[in-house]
């Protein structure tokens, strides 16, 4: 099994920045590749960023190409999400996921792992 952790979540103004972090731990060894979604009251769970967790390209969602960035520390085995210029549309419960899968999803379905969420808050 493979836990998850995430943090860095809270409340900031439009075009402020917050970075999440996801500390993984047990048998980190089987995660292939890592994915950032969110969820918004009433809406449902939406893709953000997936890579690699051996490192390669990092895919994102339109909607935040340019302004978020994925990145990871290994030896730490942490994933972060920087988010910078934030808008109110950003709002939203943000999940950390890992996959034992091949392929580098979008799709929350695909990931085996999940953690607990942040709340991260935009206000107008």
């Known amino acids: 099994q493979v836990q998850l952790v995430e943090s860095g979540g809270g409340l900031v103004q439009a075009g402020g920045s917050l970075r999440l972090s996801c500390a993984a731990s047990?048998?980190?060894?089987?995660?292939?590749?890592t994915g950032w979604f969110r969820q918004a009251p009433g809406k449902e769970r939406e893709f953000v960023s997936a890579?690699?967790?051996?490192?390669?390209?990092?895919y994102y969602a339109d909607s935040v190409k340019g302004r978020f960035i994925s990145s990871r520390d290994n030896a730490k085995n942490t994933v972060y999400l920087q988010m910078n210029s934030l808008k109110p549309e950003d709002t939203a419960v943000y999940y950390c996921?890992?996959?034992?899968?091949?392929?580098?999803?979008?799709?929350?379905?695909?990931?085996?792992?999940w953690g607990q969420g942040t709340q991260v808050t935009v206000s107008s």
């Open positions: 996921a890992a996959s034992r899968g091949v392929v580098v999803s979008t799709k929350p379905d695909d990931y085996d792992y």
């Open positions: 890579t690699r967790w051996s490192g390669g390209s990092t």
């Open positions: 047990g048998r980190t060894f089987s995660i292939i590749n």
